[in-house]
């Protein structure tokens, strides 16, 4: 079995990202997580495994030399990677591949597996990311001020994405992620009909670009 999809999922931290990976997991039967690598130290209650593979720099650097990533980038400081085996385990399976990774990655994977399907996840402004980030409560201020400006970063890599979801709402950014990944599903299996085009279509990059330039402009950008 060889045909699985592969959906890339990247966003600003504090965008809602793990919410809606978790709400799609749950929801969505056949996706199979990537549970990447990293060189960082664990927080709070992650577990080896679970949230990360968490490796050592030696080791890490072990893993690109035995050509055993799909890609890697080094992200605020810590190495961060996909192992090549996570895509043989979805084929195997017989399911899609679902990987929660940052822009540098994306365009990466692209490159070696263009029909990858990339979202994304852009939160409703830079005040609302701000209150979220606060909201929930995990990090420090002067944390919260670094991630704002890697937000500001980041989103600038939005244009090489094919399906940008602003998280406003979240049952409806549930409903929309749920039927970018079905909709492709049926789109490339043939299907005659497909009832969850006209939300995923909502949300390709062509048709949400006048919607979001407040909220690329709330960041300082266009
Ligand atoms: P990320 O994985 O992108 O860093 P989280 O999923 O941890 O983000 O979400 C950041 C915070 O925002 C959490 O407290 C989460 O409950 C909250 N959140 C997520 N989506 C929404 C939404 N649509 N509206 C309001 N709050 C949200
Ligand atoms: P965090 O340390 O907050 O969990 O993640 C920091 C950033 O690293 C996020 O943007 C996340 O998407 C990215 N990331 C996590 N895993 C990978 C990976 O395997 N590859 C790449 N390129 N980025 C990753």
Redesign the pocket.
Known sequence: MNNSSVFII??P?GSG?TTLVERLLQEVPGLHF?V???T?APRGPEQHNR??CFVSREEFREMIAQNRLL???E??G?Y???ATRFLDEARQAGEDLL????V??AAQVKKVIPDAVSVFILPPSRMELEARLRRRSQDQEDVIQKRLRDATR?IQGYGSYDFILVNDDLEQSAERLKAIVTSERLRRSGAQSNESAPLAESCRKENVLSQIQPILASFGGS
């Open positions: 990247s966003a931290s990202k990537s990447s690598y990293t960082r949230e990360y890609e890697w980038a992200v605020f810590n961060y990677g996909t990987l929660d990774i940052d540098q990655g980041e």
